[in-house]
């Protein structure tokens, strides 16, 4: 079964530095997507960006970026410029290419200083 | 804009109580979630649906079950509410097979208190 790993509960940044929250995964296909969502205290959880596991081309969405290695099966969120609104749980994500369901990590507590 | 909406934020239920938790969603998605999270473990699925009258167990069904008659509507049914119950309930949508349009759209969450 396929299963996803967040290694890092909680994490603080500064202000306007750069963080990154790892992801593994574990599966035996080929064909996935990836997800980092993000849950902001009391709000919608909101997607954040997408990777196709046949692009070998990381995906970036402004200040976030990934980092995929798929022989590594990692999957790793950079964000650039942190601002205080980033300050939210982040989920990492796994769809299989025949699956509906979606497989999530449990969680990184991302904190913005300030 | 694509919306997902529960029909209540927060809700205290006694136990031994029945408990409806309703989602809608307006994107015409033939998949629609139940999801329970809680500290420390993430997301937890409880049940599916791929179309109407369709459902599908999830990880945790245990003490819920769900009734889909129409297609923007999923309900999800506590049969008598215990206190390990408490939780946040979160639904979620997402059009069927692959593409760019294959991400779940969530709801804004029901936290449900059983005392």
């Known amino acids: 079964a396929q299963t996803v790993t967040q290694s890092q509960p909680e994490m603080s940044v500064q202000e306007a530095e750069t963080v990154t929250l790892s992801c593994t995964y574990d599966t035996s296909e080929s064909d996935y997507y990836l997800f980092w969502y993000k849950q902001p205290p009391s709000r919608q959880m909101i997607l954040v960006i997408r990777?196709?596991?046949?692009?070998?081309q990381n995906a970036t969405e402004n200040r976030f970026s990934v980092n995929f290695q798929k022989a590594a099966k990692s999957f790793s969120l950079k964000i650039s410029d942190s601002q205080l609104g980033d300050a939210a749980m982040y989920f990492c994500?796994?769809?299989?290419?025949?699956?509906?369901?979606?497989?999530f990590g449990k969680g990184t507590r991302l904190h913005i200083l300030p | 804009d694509v919306k997902v909406t529960q029909s209540s934020r927060y809700l205290v239920k006694r136990t031994g109580e029945k408990v409806f938790l309703e989602c809608v969603q307006d994107m015409d998605h033939e998949n629609m979630f139940w999801y329970r999270q809680d500290p420390g473990l993430g997301l937890r699925l409880i049940y599916f649906s791929y179309d109407v009258k369709m459902k599908e167990k999830g990880d945790i069904p245990e003490g819920y079950s769900v009734s889909r008659e129409k297609k923007e509507r999923f309900s999800l049914i506590l049969e008598s509410a215990s206190t390990n119950q408490t939780s946040m309930y979160l639904c979620?949508?997402?059009?069927?097979?692959?593409?760019?349009?294959?991400?779940?759209?969530f709801g804004p969450g029901t936290r449900l208190t059983v005392l």
């Open positions: 979620a949508s997402s059009p069927p097979g692959q593409g760019d349009h294959n991400e779940q759209f």
């Open positions: 994500a796994y769809l299989g290419n025949r699956d509906d369901k979606i497989i």
């Open positions: 990777q196709e596991a046949y692009k070998q």
